[in-house]
Nanobody, 117 residues
Framework: QVQLVESGGGLVQAGGSLRLSCAASGMRFNINPMGWYRQASGNQREFIALITTPGNTNYADYLKGRFTISRDNAANTVYLQMNSLKPEDTAVYYC???????????WGQGTQVTVSS
């Protein structure tokens, strides 16, 4: 069973930066896209970014280059570097892992990011 453990959330002032981490374990295969979504209070969960095992990335257009996704395959960990944070970035951030061969997506428990103005 896949387990995803997120860390790095917290309170930051507008214009600041945070780096989220998500460590994965329990995968049956080594080729697994990973990524991040977020959900603000009262809103639907929205896509942020995805990174494949070789390192190909895909980002949501609304981010305009402020966030960067990366991964360490040896550590089965995905990162989200968030810069120039805005109050509207306040949300619970969730990481995910896709086991493509199993057509299965697993989710982390979420980490709260709060950006004060």
């Amino acid at each position: 069973q896949v387990q995803l453990v997120e860390s790095g959330g917290g309170l930051v002032q507008a214009g600041g930066s945070l780096r989220l981490s998500c460590a994965a374990s329990g995968m049956r295969f080594n080729i697994n896209p990973m990524g991040w979504y977020r959900q603000a209070s009262g809103n639907q969960r929205e896509f942020i970014a995805l990174i494949t095992t070789p390192g190909n990335t895909n980002y949501a257009d609304y981010l305009k280059g402020r966030f960067t996704i990366s991964r360490d395959n040896a550590a089965n960990t995905v990162y989200l570097q968030m810069n120039s944070l805005k109050p509207e970035d306040t949300a619970v951030y969730y990481c995910f892992l896709d086991q493509v061969a199993l057509r299965s997506r697993s989710w982390g428990q979420g980490t709260q990011v709060t950006v004060s103005s």
